[in-house]
């Protein structure tokens, strides 16, 4: 089992729409979640960490973690073209050891 | 404040030819990591610093990569010799190391092409 699965996708949504991004994770005690963004050709950028359980508001951007279920979200509400990129989910484990996701892609349609 | 400095951006070699990659951390960030990133992946680390002290090599492959943090900032990491397979984005990262929001940027990365 992986530590940290994401769907590939592709995930395409028009312009305008709410794209939901989800993973889960196999350590039950890892305390600390990322999302990361990246562009072809790019590095990742972070654009939003969850510590504790529910949502997380930035911007267009709500991070959802439920460690009961092991699972977090990233929804982009009013997704944009520039949106399009691939999402990496990231956990820091009870062995303070990152993991990542293999990404998915997101593509905003215009 | 400046971002993680990675060096070469890109570099090609032909297999069998050693390689260095060098990368200069965030200010003040004690903890530093090595990822390999192949197209459609998630980075995969390869090594974790804490300081000077390499405190997570388990998926360096040791017959052919080495790498150094030997003043506890900059690092440079090395593959000799370079195999077809190793052609890949190895990417720098840098975080304070402490606390339970500690949290990994990102450098540029370097695109490594093995012919």
């Known amino acids: 089992q992986k530590e940290v699965e994401q769907n590939s996708g592709p995930l395409s949504v028009p312009e305008g729409a709410i794209a939901s991004l989800n993973c889960t994770y196999s350590?039950?005690?890892?305390?600390?979640f990322f999302w990361y963004r990246q562009y072809s050709g790019k590095s990742p950028e972070l654009i939003m960490s969850?510590?504790?359980?529910g949502d997380k508001e930035d911007g267009r951007f709500t991070a959802q973690l439920n460690k009961a279920s092991q699972y977090v979200s990233l929804l982009i509400r009013d997704s944009q073209p520039s949106d399009s990129a691939t999402y990496l989910c990231?956990?820091?484990?009870?062995?303070?050891?990152?993991?990542f996701g293999t990404g998915t892609s997101l593509t905003v349609i215009p | 404040e400046a971002g993680v400095v990675q060096s070469p951006r890109y570099k090609i070699i032909e297999k069998k030819q050693p390689v260095a990659f060098w990368c200069n951390p965030i200010?003040?960030?004690?903890?530093l990591y090595w990822y390999l990133q192949n197209l459609g992946q998630g980075p995969e680390l390869l090594i974790r610093?804490?300081?000077?002290?390499?405190?997570?090599d388990s998926q360096l492959p040791k017959d052919r990569f080495s790498a150094e943090r030997l003043k506890g900032v900059d690092s440079t990491l090395k593959i000799q010799p370079a195999e077809l397979g190793d052609s890949a984005v190895y990417l720098c990262?840098?975080?304070?190391?402490?606390?339970?929001?500690?949290?990994?940027?990102f450098g540029p990365g370097t695109r490594l092409t093995v012919l």
């Open positions: 350590d039950r005690g890892s305390q600390s």
């Open positions: 610093y804490e300081n000077e002290e390499a405190v997570d």
């Open positions: 200010s003040g960030h004690n903890t």
């Open positions: 969850i510590y504790s359980n």
């Open positions: 990262a840098s975080s304070l190391g402490w606390g339970n929001t500690d949290t990994q940027y």
């Open positions: 990231a956990v820091r484990n009870t062995g303070n050891q990152f993991y």
